[in-house]
């Protein structure tokens, strides 16, 4: 097996140029190796001083949720900090959250509610893809194999309200059954994104759009919304859920924190 | 008084600080590491199994299959045998141990165990019990491997030409006409979870073959258990084979008998080198797991509320061999009911055989299965009645000096003043809060196992003192509590004891360390030493006082002979010897005879409540409080006896809310601690009160009787029926996360 330690991104792209697979905190790829996927050519990002900057609306792909609950957007946080134990969280970092793509990855919803950008790069250079062109099925993406994912880029002005919730069989520690993010601007623009209800992170348009003309937080118009949402997801049933409870469960947590966003803005 | 305080955990300190030796740390020069070829197939014939390409690994020197066994007994298992080494011809569950790599580095055996090649013929696989006992079921075995010993008595063998591992059977009275005059019959069936008794440490083990003795270091639970199946398998004398148990990371039932043990020693018998077996939790999971259950029960009851009869069918799952299933399923037969007065009982069920990890002890084993079903059924018929459920149970508990089953021992306890506790610490009876509910439940257990234990005491010239004995710490307080019994026999200062436990060749015997039972057994046998080593010492000290010894007596590490004659321990030993040298021996033993002629020891009783919120739109159920009592006659260390008590019901809530390993098909979904769901500290009550209720009512010493898996049992009800009261919905089976609990509130056929 070849292992690098990559010390900056040169090396970083070159040992991916030689068909490296990349690892940032080893959270999802050393369960893998434990479970007998043995890679033949692994590069460790860890020292890579460039992933683990922030530098105004891009984060690092390095930078690790531990450091996301401190000082990342709202619910962007509110996700870190359901993320694993405070041992996993300051081992996996972001970029690794959204290269594995898994379904129930906790920080994907935010992502798609704000309009993340993924920015990729190369030997052939840099170029960004939005979530919905990143994520393309379960744990699938849009990376080609030399390409390094080196940060996610946020929008310059993001949303005033902001909530994240997910529901999983215990409070801590615990793979999402329904993970959901609602956020609100001051003009009414409402986004809902939701995990683990569909191959990718999941954006309900027609609840967005229901929402925008909603501001009473006692609205009866919450219950379409509500069921907006449920017909919007596409669950499946697995050994954590079924897929009636996943579609309802969806639809619970979206009006919530829609509630909660517009009891913020009224007062 | 040493006795009666929270003395801290002699262990407390290396502990914390990381330097506890435990069975993993241990190391023997020139030791290979362990890796095992486990079966890809639930249920197979083995047509070969092809090392050569695992042999080229460097660092690899042997793949041990059954053919490399001969002239071993191949099999173990203490009361049903049925349990091979590694798989011989045919495989029974995912995950079974066919090979065992040998290589200088557990890397290197990791690597090697990936290349051998197993060629496989698939035979029908029967995961759940309704599948093995259908009459096209393939039966899982066609032997009889039953050992006869007696002390197990309540297991018979296996009903021939059959998946029926061992069928149990507990009854009195008529149930059927009684059940024909009842005011009203209730029915009830309940499914409780298959689970996994997570110990943070794994099971291993490391065994070294030198002039024909084996010497095993491992997890073990009962060492001296493990040393009958290892001697069995190389037909050694029991002083041919020693195990012993350092520290365990925790066992709470799942590391009692045989495990690991006899892969690490045939690797040292082919080897020749010392061999270590260590785990991952993956690999424990696919050792062993805890019984599910289907269970059903009736219950008839007049008008007034007495129980007339109480009729049990229970079927547990026990994998694909026996292990402690048995045992579990007859325990099982006898825990389901509870402590009441019933006048006309049946009881049956049967362990079935299936192509699943075998399953085993796990704290309470057989009482959280079968008080769920028995508690939820005497909830359902007090709402039935319109009595109230604290009231249903007052007017039916068995009260302190009687017998709920004939032949046994009589109860020990206060039942009616436990209840109460229970009931007012969690406001039964108040104003009903919506998406509120509080539930509760009392379970008794014929715990203890077959009284044997002994002990020895030796009083050194120093006056320190050491105590032996074969009970093993495994995180529970052993340690403590046996050297706080022995400081106060003695009169000496705990910090002059030191307690070793737990090496067959250096300590002595005892049963188990299992059912609750060191403190009540292995407590009344230091007890016995500490008394025969002082009766010694007063010999040694009227010699050397010169004094009858009708006038000599010990008091607070002295003996004394009246007001001006008095000496020291050490100054009696040192006199007596001649010199600063000698040291008195005091032996105790307990088995089956006066106090303990009566099954069992005792009876170890289960009194628990929560109160929970069902969040009616997610299904999420949170619980607010929870209420144990440990009614443990008298709290030795009260800090442990509470310990015990959260812990125990912490594990219950586990299965209550959470914990459940799954099968898709052949092969386990969730072997992985991410998936198979322990609670953790965010899942905690916000309120915990555990009571502990102290009447001097056990055999035990100063009145002492055992605690620790009581809290547990009666969880799974009290959970399910505050759920119920929250809901309004009966639900029928285990653990109700959320979207369980959701699917009770929105059934599918509903819809």
Redesign the interface.
Known sequence: MDFVVATDLEEALDALGRGALPLAGGTDLMVGVNAGQRPDNVVALRRVRELRQRNGQRIGAGVTWRVIEDEGPRALAQAARTVGSPQIRNAGTLGGNVGTASPAGDGLPFLAAVDAEIELTSREGVRTLRWDEFFTGVKETARRTDELITAVVLPAALPGRQEFAKIGVRNAMVIATVACVVTRADDGTTTVALGSVAPTPIRIPEAEELAKTLSDPGSAALDEFQHLVAAGVRPITDHRSTEEYRRHGAGVLARRLLTRCLREGAA | MSVGNSVPSVDARVKTTGEARYALDAAVPGMLFADIVRSTRAHATILDIDPSEALTTPGVSAVITAADLDGLFPRFGHIIADHPILAIDRVRYYGEPVALVLADNRYAAADAA?LVRVRYADLPVVIEPEEALAAEAPLLHDEDYSLGDRSFSEAQSARPATNVAHEAMLQWGDVESALEGAHVVVETTTRYPMLYAYAMEPYNAIASYDEGELDVISTAQHPFQVREDLARIFSLPLNGVRVRSPLLGGGYGSKSYTKVEPLAAVGAWISGRPVKVAL?VEGAIHTTRADSALIWVRSGFDDKGTIVAREFDITLNTGAYADNGTLVLTKCVHRCFGPYNIPNLRASGRAVYTNTVPSSSYRGFGAPQGNLAGEVNMDQAAERLGIDAAELRRRNLVGPGERHIPGKRAMDADLRADLEMVVKGLGWGGRPTANHGIGFGCSASDAGAFPVSTAQVRLFADGSALVLTGSTEMGQGSRTVLGQIAATELGISVDRIRVKQSDTSLTPYERTTGASRTTTLTGLAVQRACRDALAKLVEMGAEVLDRDVEEVKTAEGDVVAGPDSRASYEEVVQAWFGGRQGEVTGVGIVRRAGELAELPPFWEIGMVGVDVEVDP????VTVHHLVTVGDVGYAINPAMVEGQDLGAATQGLGAA??EEL?Y?GPQL??PNM??Y?V?????MPARIDTFIAERGDGVGPFGAKGGGEGSLNPVGGAVASAIARATGRWPTRL?L???AV??LL?P?DE?
């Open positions: 990936d991952d739109q997610t299904g999420v809310l959470s799954i898709d979904v969730n991410v998936e769901r609670p953790r500290m965010g899942d653990p996360n959320s979207s959701w699917e929105n599918p819809a």
